[in-house]
Each structure stands twice: as C-alpha cells, then as structure tokens.
Nanobody, 119 residues
C-alpha cells in the first residue's frame, strides 16, 4: 500500500554535499513522520534524524549543523541534505515512514541508498 523510494546516493569527496530523497509512491496515505537511519558496514543501524508532518525535526548529535531534513508534503517526499560530509558518514541510508493505514499506525522502509565519502 505504501512504497518508499529513495534516490540521490553516490560517491562524494570529504567536505562535499549530497541530497537524498524519500518519496512515498502509489498511495494516497500521507506520512505522519519520516525518519532517516544509516548503517555502516559491521555496525548497527543508527538514527540520523527525522521530521513530522507539521515540521518538527530532530537530529543525531553527529550530524547536527551539517545535515538538514525537509519535506514536501504535497509530494509526500522527504529530503536529507548532507553538507560537509566526512568519511565516517559513509553508510547505507534508509528512510522509515510512519503512516496511518486503515486507522492503524504502520511502518514502511525505503530500499536504502549508498553514500560513500572518500577522496
């Protein structure tokens, strides 16, 4: 019922920028909140930050001041703008969406986007 499609990953040099998108497709349901996670090789998935439909944001300390989460509610899409990227930001980035479907809060995940920060 809800499919989250991520785009925008890639290879970037340290200090560079990337923007990830997470679009909810094939649905009339609107997200209540979207959260970004990342998982580096050999590590557990970790919270990057999130945004609610009304625009309340939160960020992990490791990305504060460098990453910005925004949304286009009309397009049911959330963005992760990543600036001043560091090698330690290298990971697969996932978006997770909370939707109310048939009056039940349900969780959906994107397919993941590889971000590699290297010289």
């Amino acid at each position: 019922q809800v499919q989250l499609v991520e785009s925008g990953g890639g290879l970037v040099q340290p200090g560079g920028s990337l923007r990830l998108s997470c679009a909810a497709s094939g649905t009339l349901y609107r997200f209540n909140a979207m959260t970004w996670y990342r998982q580096a090789p050999g590590e557990q998935r970790a919270l990057v930050g999130g945004i609610t439909r009304v625009g309340i944001r939160n960020y992990a300390d490791s990305v504060k001041g460098r990453f910005t989460i925004s949304s286009d509610n009309a397009k049911n899409t959330v963005f992760l703008q990543m600036n001043n990227l560091k090698p330690e930001d290298t990971a697969v980035y996932y978006c997770r969406g909370l939707f109310i479907v048939y009056f039940i809060l349900q969780v959906y995940w994107g397919q993941g986007a590889q971000v590699t920060v290297a010289s």
